[in-house]
């Protein structure tokens, strides 16, 4: 039997938590996004996202019960109220027991309501990977297409070499999407052995992605959400035409032949 007094007294710490506890809810709910508006930072509230709250609740509570744990007299008092919980007396349950009784089938069913209920989704964007290959690109030929294959080889190991320098952090030393930049882009960098990719277009078609990167996407391919910078500025046509070789190289593919129409 849990002794009246010791109860009494073992509520007050309890809901001393408890208040605490919301009350660092509601500043990092409400509080923090207001501050950034306060301090003159944002002009709406910013607010914080779902991890960082659960993060820092957990935090919140670790360091009260650290401190309700830290003196063998607060502790007993902050348990005695849970323990008084499960203690019925012989006249029936008091009046917080009823209120837990009636509160757990009454959460629990909310939450289940919770789970149940449709919800609205944002819509998903269709997008389009290989868009219509611009007029310009498309009259634009390998110019090293007619070399030995000797040639070829200088062409393409001096391409591998520029691909590892610029494109490897995203696209993977092997040209499979798997480079130590690409897990935190939502949009993965392309996987050029994967045969649907580089390998059903023609070769002025990454000639065109490599030159104008995103920027030079129409919407229907949302260029926003990709990170492929244009090459344009740093490389020249020489050394994206390497670049291209390479790329077919080291994942094993070939271009799609170019469909000439007879004359
Ligand atoms: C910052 C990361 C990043 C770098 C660096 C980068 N890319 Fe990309 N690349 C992407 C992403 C992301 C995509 C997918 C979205 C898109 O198509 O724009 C992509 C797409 C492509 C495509 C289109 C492939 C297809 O089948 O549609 C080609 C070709 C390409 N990259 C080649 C290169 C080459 C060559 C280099 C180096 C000169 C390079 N990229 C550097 C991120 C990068």
């Not at 020249?236 to 035409?241: A, K, P, R, S, V």
């Amino acid at each position: 039997m849990v002794n009246e007094k010791e109860t009494s007294k073992g509520i007050g710490v309890f809901m001393v938590t408890v208040i605490t506890l919301i009350a660092v809810y509601i500043g990092l709910q409400f509080g923090i996004p207001w501050l950034a508006v306060l301090a003159g930072l944002s002009q709406t509230p910013a607010p914080l996202p779902g991890f960082a709250l659960g993060i820092y609740m957990a935090c919140a509570l670790a360091g009260t019960l650290f401190y309700m744990s830290s003196e063998e007299e607060r502790w007993r008092s902050f348990l005695s109220p849970i323990i008084g919980l499960f203690d019925v007396s012989s006249s029936g349950p008091g009046r917080t027991q009823l209120l837990v009784l009636i509160l757990i089938p009454l959460t629990v069913g909310w939450a289940a309501w919770r789970i149940l209920i449709p919800g609205s989704q944002t819509p998903t964007v269709i997008r389009v990977q290989h868009p219509g290959l611009p007029e310009k690109f498309a009259e634009i030929d390998n110019p090293y297409a007619g070399v030995s294959k000797e040639e070829r080889e200088v062409l393409e190991r001096e391409g591998v070499v520029l691909f590892q320098k610029n494109c490897r952090p995203c696209h993977g030393t092997m040209a499979d999407g798997e480079g130590p930049l690409a897990r935190g882009q939502r949009l993965r960098p392309v996987d050029f052995t994967d045969p649907g990719t580089i390998a059903t277009v023609v070769e002025s078609y990454p000639f065109w992605r490599i030159s104008e990167g995103a920027a030079g996407l129409p919407s229907i391919a949302t260029p926003w959400n990709s990170a492929m910078p244009s090459w344009s500025e740093e490389l020249n046509d020489e050394d994206i035409w390497r670049i291209v070789m390479a790329a077919y190289r080291l994942s094993g593919t070939e271009p799609r032949l170019p469909e000439k129409l007879e004359p």
